[in-house]
């Protein structure tokens, strides 16, 4: 009784290992892949006209996940019952190559969709993706888009630029690095944008782009505009700044953008610059104001003019650069840091270059 008893569990041991493990194939050519014997020496990976996949290049930190959004069988319930905690290692899987069955994928109630495929190893997993969220399954990406971004060369961002396009990111997925800095990246739309907004100036169109590359651009289709900004991670607080807003018909309108952001209101109606020792107060001016989570916001706009370019060209290039907001009974002071002035000079520039 005893005999039987270890047998059997010895049988149950056996099968749970089964079930947490790629399953092998001898080859590639049936659509209904399931319970099939190891693999041989016989296997030969000929995924034909099947559309292929490769298992995505990860961050430093994040390799040490490996990959997950996975099963080794395909679910029967939904992807969280039965295979939310599978994973494969990073080292051993980044780059390798796969395709997809022609099997029936599995669809949960949750939008999860699992689809069968065989890798270039022989084994035989379930992908999954999600009609819900992006970024379920964002690690395998399609051998095409894998070949376009292993295969980049480096090029100039605009021609003669000293700005080069060095490859893609791998914290966002679609969007090209530059070299002139190394926290933000573009997409290819906002690249088109930046070579179409330096093409306009023929003759400084170089340095535009290269002033370009270092600042926010965001395209609105639906108005046919591409706005460029300071970049938000440079200005998390108050900043005195410019903005332009570049029309595809051919219109630039720049124009200086003043923020207060705190936790109280001064309910600001003019403000004054120090810049070493240079003294400039605005005029009475009418502040927008919004508020969330215990924060305010109080700004204003207005169209840059030689005015605001001397007073602004002072702030970017002094030793310090200050802002008083003055409201209706208080005032709150705020000094420029390096980055918001050295991003400033670089504005200024631009504001010159496309005039």
């Not at 056996?14 to 020496?41: D, E, M, Y």
């Not at 990860?58 to 990959?67: A, D, N, V, W």
């Not at 505009?225 to 051919?250: A, C, E, H, Q």
């Not at 600001?268 to 009475?284: L, P, Q, V």
Request: hydrophobic residues 30%; aromatic residues 14%.
């Amino acid at each position: 009784m005893k005999k039987n008893i270890l047998f059997t569990a010895s049988l149950l041991a056996l099968s749970a290992c089964a079930n947490t493990s790629p399953q092998k194939v001898a080859t590639s050519q049936s659509s209904n892949l399931t319970n099939q014997k190891p693999a041989t020496s016989a296997f030969v990976y000929t995924p034909g006209d099947r559309e292929e996949f490769v298992f995505g290049e990860m961050l430093e930190g994040l390799q040490k996940f490996g990959y997950g959004d996975l099963c080794f069988k395909m679910p029967t319930r939904s992807y969280a019952n039965d295979c939310i905690l599978n994973k494969l290692p990073y080292e051993k899987y980044v780059g390798k190559r796969g395709y997809y069955t022609d099997r029936k994928p599995f669809i949960d109630y949750s939008g999860y969709v699992a689809k069968e495929a065989i890798l270039e190893t022989g084994e035989t997993i379930y992908l999954v993706t999600s009609n819900k969220f992006k970024h379920v399954g964002d690690k395998i990406i399609s051998l095409a888009e894998h070949e376009k971004i292993s295969n980049f060369q480096p090029v100039p961002i605009y021609e003669g630029s000293s700005v080069l396009l060095t490859g893609y990111s791998k914290i966002s997925k679609g969007y090209l690095n530059v070299s002139s800095q190394n926290k933000h990246s573009y997409n290819e739309t906002q690249i088109k944008k930046i070579r179409d907004i330096a093409s306009r100036y023929p003759k400084n169109g170089q340095k535009i782009a290269d002033l370009l590359s270092t600042l926010k651009i965001d395209y609105d289709d639906f108005e046919g505009r591409t706005v460029v900004s300071w970049m938000p991670y440079n200005n998390p607080k108050s900043y005195l700044s410019i903005k332009f807003i570049f029309k595809d018909s051919g219109e630039v309108y720049p124009f200086v953008e003043v923020l207060y952001k705190a936790d109280d209101w001064l309910f600001i109606d003019e403000y004054s610059i120090s810049a070493d020792g240079y003294r400039w107060d605005s005029s009475k001016r009418t502040f927008d104001r919004d508020n969330s989570g215990g924060t305010i916001w109080e700004w204003d706009t207005d169209s840059l003019n030689d005015e605001y370019i001397k007073v602004l060209s002072k702030m970017a290039n002094a030793k310090s650069s200050k802002i008083r907001f003055r409201g209706r009974q208080y005032y709150a002071d705020y000094e420029l840091t390096s980055s918001q002035k050295s991003e400033l000079a670089s504005l200024i520039e631009l504001a010159n270059l496309t005039k």
